[in-house]
């Protein structure tokens, strides 16, 4: 299994931050967007994502470690544009991920997971974010992200693209704090607070944001389909 760092990405959404990449095996078979609208399906990061798969690109496990090891104190960074967790399928390399943990102490990388929530899986990911990685577990659905919040840890969902022009206008954010004041849960009808994710209608960026980043948080982040695959994701959104 290989890992790839982008050092500074060409992402819109992300912004010019680091971002990595990891072989496709590591995606869980519980995850049904796999192979059935996954964002790293879409052309050219499909290229980029299969290249890391093959072992043409990227580094071993230790290497990368040692990169995120050498980034600045305090940088923000994505862990997985595509991919997951360590370990192959749905069980979690628990050595891997505390290694890759340990690498990130004085910096702000978040990821997120659809490895399933099974007991030993939950406490490394619990570790894993109280030692200031965070993962956030992604849900399939609404009702399902409801379930996942139920284990206190941070929830993001995908949600049908009609959500996506419930815009009210454009709002840079400056900086990561400016999302406390500026943006405002949606009513979706749960029992659980839900926030739209803002690069989805606001002109803004990972970057600017750090939403996802936050560890300790009583609502979840969502976000529409898009791309080629917004079709499937919003049948898999509906449940």
């Known amino acids: 299994m290989y890992y790839h760092m982008t050092i500074k990405s060409s992402n819109d959404k992300t912004g010019a931050i680091p971002v990595t990449s990891t072989s496709a095996e590591s995606c869980p078979d ?3 967007l796999k192979g059935a609208g996954c964002y790293g399906d879409n052309f050219p990061l499909s290229l980029h994502w299969q290249k890391v798969t093959n072992n043409e690109r990227g580094l071993s496990f230790d290497a990368f470690c040692d990169v995120i090891t050498s980034l600045p104190d305090d940088t923000f960074w994505r862990h997985n544009q595509v991919g997951d967790l360590p370990g192959k399928g749905n069980r979690i390399n628990t050595a891997q991920l505390s290694q890759l943990v340990k690498a990130n102490q004085g910096k702000r990388g978040f990821t997120y997971t659809h490895k399933p929530p099974t007991k030993t899986n939950l406490k490394a990911i619990r570790q894993a974010n109280q030692d200031g990685f965070t993962i956030n577990l ?30 009210k206008g454009k709002v840079w ?3 990561r704090a ?7 849960p949606l009513d979706f009808g749960t029992k659980n607070k839900i926030v739209l994710c803002p690069a989805t209608n606001q002109d803004t960026d990972c970057a600017h944001c750090g939403l996802c980043q936050h560890f300790r948080r009583d609502y979840m982040v969502a976000f529409p389909g898009h791309g080629g695959g917004t079709k499937k994701v919003n ?4 449940g």
Not at 144 to 163: F, G, K, N, R
Not at 235 to 238: G, N, Q, R, S, Y
Request: net charge negative; glycine share 0%.
């Open 30 to 32: 519980a995850c049904p």
């Open 138 to 167: 992604s849900a399939n659905s609404i009702d399902h992200a409801d379930t996942l919040m139920e284990y206190a840890l941070p929830v993001v969902t995908i949600v049908d693209s009609a959500y996506a022009r419930k815009s």
């Open 173 to 175: 954010l400056e900086t």
């Open 178 to 184: 400016e999302w406390k004041t500026r943006i405002a």
């Open 235 to 238: 049948l898999i959104a509906k």
